[in-house]
């Protein structure tokens, strides 16, 4: 198992504590999930986000990021904020896991985030 996923499975459902730190880090993103009631935009995102972080950042992945980044820039989120959702992400992974979470974790989120990034640009 790729040292992504082996960590994933120590910090149990992060999804409120995420949007939990977006909100906090960029208030202006939060009005925009009024909308999303059943909180099937917000699972789809973080589904997304995951799956591009597990998978290998292949051309179909980083064609995903890419054009949603644009589409996200079309309704009002700046590409520097969408970027900053994976290092959100990875934040709150390591803080929930704890001691669990070792360098080559650390290196592993931040390399494959570093990749996608900068093949979706
Ligand atoms: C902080 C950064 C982000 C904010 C504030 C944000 C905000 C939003 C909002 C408000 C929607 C609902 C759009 C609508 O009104 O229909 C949405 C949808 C979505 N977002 Fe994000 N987003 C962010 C980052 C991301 C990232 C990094 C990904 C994936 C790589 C992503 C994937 C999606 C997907 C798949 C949808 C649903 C389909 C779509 O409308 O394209 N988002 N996002």
Known sequence: MD??????ELVGDPSDAIYAR????FPETKERFDRDVSGSIRAEMLTMVFDCLMNPAGPYQTGLVRTERVNHDGFGTPAKVFDSLFWIVRDVCRERA???WTPETEAAWTSQIERLLAASK
């Open 3 to 8: 040292p992504i996923t082996a960590s994933l």
């Open 22 to 25: 977006l909100f906090e880090r």
């Open 98 to 100: 704890g001691a669990a």
